[in-house]
């Protein structure tokens, strides 16, 4: 366990819990544990941390909801960093006086502010629904599937800097791809959506058919992180073909590897049964990407990210 770190936030409004059991908090619920977890209360302490982390060359991580994490048996070294103050919850509407923009900060979740959107009348983000997240974490790798991505709703994003500055970006120099931004690492404080006025009945209509939608394709009822692997370029058509259906055409539905398998019901989910461990997830990832390799010479990038010592 690391000890020196200490030194780094003791004189700054923050709580920590070192050897905290992170993964129990992820989706997964499986995987080790985190040698420190630090929850800043204020934006002041959350900018001094991260300066005099790059300055130590500590690494430092920030957990969202942990939606889209697995967590190494052996735990995750450095820092961990979790925004769920009240500081970084916040969502203010018409933020600048300008009508029909949302200010979220990182640590808000995703759901109850598409749900609090669509009440009073505000659309653009209803693409989001049924996709369990933070706000910041969302907008790191522009989460989304079938009916768009958040990224398509976002008028700017306010980042801290390594060297602990507060920068924003208006969405022109911002660049968001398929699961993938350009937003400087390391820290999204807080993110600016543009919305659509519209009926909230007929955008809570909206939102519940997408939620109806995912929840007849996908085990929404299993414990997962959602899609294990990103759905890869076909090199042939030039095309992203779904990563699920290569799965199960490679025959690979119900690939067990002690408590994780690859889902009957959407062959992109590798879901978990109580007593799995992350190395049966990671088991489970590495045959299906090597087996379906095999099958149609596709490779599998994962879409899931995995912590582990030694890696930042
Ligand atoms: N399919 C199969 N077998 C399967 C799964 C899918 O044959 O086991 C077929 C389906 O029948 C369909 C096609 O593959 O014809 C595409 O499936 P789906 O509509 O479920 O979409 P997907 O490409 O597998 C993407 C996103 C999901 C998102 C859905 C719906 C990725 C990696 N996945 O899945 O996002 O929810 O579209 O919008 O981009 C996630 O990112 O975590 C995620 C779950």
């Known amino acids: 366990m690391l000890t020196g770190p200490a030194s780094l936030f003791s004189d700054?409004?923050?709580?920590v819990k070192p050897d905290a059991p992170l993964g129990r908090l992820t989706w997964y619920g499986v995987g080790g544990r985190a040698d420190l977890l630090v929850r800043p209360a204020t934006i002041e302490a959350l900018q001094t941390l991260a300066r005099r982390c790059a300055r130590s060359g500590i690494p430092l991580r920030i957990f969202g909801s942990g939606a889209n994490l697995l967590i190494a048996d052996?735990?995750?070294?450095?820092?961990?960093?979790?925004?769920?103050?009240?500081?970084?919850?916040?969502?203010r509407y018409n933020p600048t006086g300008t009508e029909r923009l949302l200010k979220a900060m990182a640590g808000a979740d995703m759901?109850?502010?598409?749900?609090?959107?669509t009440r009073r009348g505000l659309g653009g983000l209803a693409q989001m629904a049924g996709i369990p997240a933070t706000i910041g974490g969302a907008v790191?790798?522009?989460?989304?599937?079938?009916?768009?991505?958040?990224?398509?709703?976002?008028?700017s994003v306010t980042c801290i800097t390594a060297g602990g500055q507060r920068v924003t970006y208006p969405a022109g120099e911002l660049r968001f791809e398929y699961r993938r931004t350009n937003i400087p690492d390391p820290i999204i404080l807080s993110t600016t959506f543009r919305l659509e006025p519209g009926d909230p009945v007929a955008l809570r209509?909206?939102?519940?058919e997408i939620f109806a939608f995912k929840k007849s394709s996908q085990p929404l009822g299993e414990n997962s992180a959602g899609c294990a692997f990103k759905n890869p370029v076909d090199p042939v058509t030039e095309q992203r073909v779904s990563a699920g259906r290569l799965i199960d055409e490679a025959g690979l539905k119900g690939l067990t590897r002690g408590g994780a398998k690859v889902s009957r019901h959407h062959a992109n989910f590798i879901v978990t049964e109580p007593g799995a461990t992350a190395t049966d997830v990671i088991g489970v990832m590495e045959e299906v990407r090597r087996r379906v390799l095999d099958d149609c010479g596709i490779e599998l990038e994962r879409e899931i990210e995995y912590w582990r010592r030694g890696e930042s």
């Open 12 to 15: 700054l409004d923050v709580d």
């Open 74 to 91: 052996e735990g995750t070294d450095g820092i961990v960093i979790r925004l769920d103050h009240p500081a970084f919850r916040e969502v």
């Open 140 to 155: 790191r790798m522009n989460a989304g599937g079938k009916f768009g991505a958040i990224g398509d709703a976002v008028e």
């Open 205 to 208: 209509r909206r939102v519940k």
């Open 111 to 117: 759901a109850r502010t598409l749900m609090d959107a």
